[in-house]
């Protein structure tokens, strides 16, 4: 079965830092990726997602993620952090194959972001 | 524009009683989820459906219910609501392993 892990719960970048979000994955057949965004009191918003394509993926809001299949990771990144990153970030794994499209989240992490 | 909206976005009910969480989306979407969102477990799958007449249980079935009788709609209904279900409830639906949300519902149950 797939699972999902997500390094820290909570990460605190200053305004201008790198964002790094980790990620890593369990799944026995290639996976689907997926980050969500969800701010306060919103539900989740999709910021990027690897299917099999391109390595690099990149995503809305000048994030990006590489899939690393010898790492089992996915993590984000943004160059530069904005106040308006401060959010709760989700990792999510399905299947690519067998038909299920059920999704595996992560438990989250927390994105502070400091003037 | 296609949405998916939850209602209502608020609800504080009394333990034992029955309570209805409606989903409605406009995307023509055949997968539709249901999942809880609490405080150090990230987002859990309650139920989803593959279709119209299809409901299939997720991790944290027990004290849950759906039904699916058009594609548009997805019912989640507490047959009994227990303190333990106080949650954010979020409503998905998609195609081909995405998934779209809804704003979310937050029951309270005392």
């Known amino acids: 079965a797939q699972s999902v892990t997500q390094l820290g719960s909570h990460v605190s970048v200053s305004e201008g830092a790198l964002v790094l979000l980790r990620c890593n994955y369990s799944s026995s057949v290639p996976p689907y990726l997926f980050w969500y965004v969800q701010y306060p009191n919103q539900g989740l918003q999709l910021l990027l997602k690897?299917?099999?394509?391109?390595?690099l993926v990149k995503g809305i809001n000048g994030f990006e993620a590489e899939f690393k299949k010898s790492e089992t990771s996915f993590h984000l990144t943004k160059p530069s952090a904005h106040m308006s990153d401060a959010a709760e970030y989700f990792c999510a794994v399905s299947l690519s194959q067998g038909g299920s499209e059920k999704l595996v989240f992560g438990k989250g992490t927390k994105l502070t972001v400091n003037p | 524009d296609a949405e998916i909206t939850q209602s209502p976005r608020h609800k504080i009910t009394e333990t034992g009683r029955q309570v209805t969480l409606a989903c409605h989306q406009t995307?023509?979407?055949?997968?539709m989820f249901w999942y809880r969102q609490d405080l150090g477990h990230g987002l859990r799958l309650i139920h989803y459906s593959y279709g119209v007449q299809d409901t299939n249980k997720g991790e944290v079935s027990d004290g849950y219910s759906v039904s699916r009788s058009n594609t548009e709609d997805l019912p989640l209904t507490l047959e009994s609501a227990a303190s333990s279900q106080t949650s954010v409830y979020f409503c998905?639906?998609?195609?081909?392993?995405?998934?779209?949300f809804g704003p979310g519902t937050r029951l309270t149950v005392l």
């Open positions: 690897y299917t099999s394509a391109a390595t």
């Open positions: 998905a639906s998609g195609r081909y392993n995405e998934q779209f």
């Open positions: 995307w023509n979407h055949n997968n």
